[in-house]
Every structure is written in structure tokens, then in C-alpha cells.
Nanobody
């Protein structure tokens, strides 16, 4: 059974950094992991993720150069390092997983709130 648990959210000032963690269980190496976010009144959007190989990384244009996705396989944890945060980064951040053969992310965490004040 796949389980994803996010942590690390909080209230920070613009220009500062925050690191989110996603503790995973039941996720084999054949799963693709990613981070999404949803701001109030907006649809959920892709933020960052790994490719099929597990080593390639992809980012939304809005976070490219500021956010970094990484993983620690020994700890079964995926991270999202967020630097130079902006008020428009305010959202609930979700960790998601899909089987490599799937095109849809089937597994989601409960989300962690990130609020960036100006």
C-alpha cells in the first residue's frame, strides 16, 4: 500500500527558503514521484518531478531556478527545496506518485500548507 506524508510547510517571508519532505512507503523504484501545489481558487498544478528514469528532473517554469526536487532512497524520502520564495508560491503542496506505466498520478499525500508573506 502506497503512503505519502508531507511535512515542512509553514509561514515564511518572501525571499527566504523552505524545504518540504515527503516520507514514502510502499513506493518501489518503478514509481515516479512529483510535487504539485494548489493555491486558493486555483487548480492543482505540477511543480517538480522526476522522469521515468528516476534521475531526470522537471520543473514548472514558475519555479525553475528556485526550487529543487531530490530524493534520499535510504530514507524513502523526497524533498522539495524552495528558495527565493514569493507570495505567489503560497499554496498547499502535495507529494504524488504514479506507477511508471501510468500517465496519471494515483497516489497523493494529505498536503502541507506553505504561506509566503510579502
Amino acid at each position: 500500500q502506497v503512503e505519502l506524508v508531507e511535512s515542512g510547510g509553514g509561514l515564511v517571508q518572501a525571499g527566504t527558503s523552505l524545504r518540504l519532505s515527503c516520507a514514502t512507503s510502499g513506493v518501489s523504484t518503478y514509481y515516479v514521484l512529483a510535487w504539485f501545489r494548489q493555491a486558493p481558487g486555483k487548480e492543482r498544478e505540477f511543480v517538480a518531478g522526476f522522469g521515468q528514469s528516476g534521475s531526470d528532473t522537471y520543473y514548472a517554469n514558475s519555479v525553475k531556478g528556485r526550487f529543487t526536487i531530490s530524493r534520499d532512497n535510504a530514507k524513502n524520502t523526497v524533498y522539495l527545496q524552495m528558495n527565493s520564495l514569493k507570495p505567489e508560491d503560497t499554496a498547499v503542496y502535495y507529494c504524488a506518485a504514479r506507477a511508471a506505466a501510468s500517465v496519471k498520478y494515483d497516489f497523493w499525500g494529505q498536503g502541507t500548507q506553505v504561506t509566503v508573506s510579502s
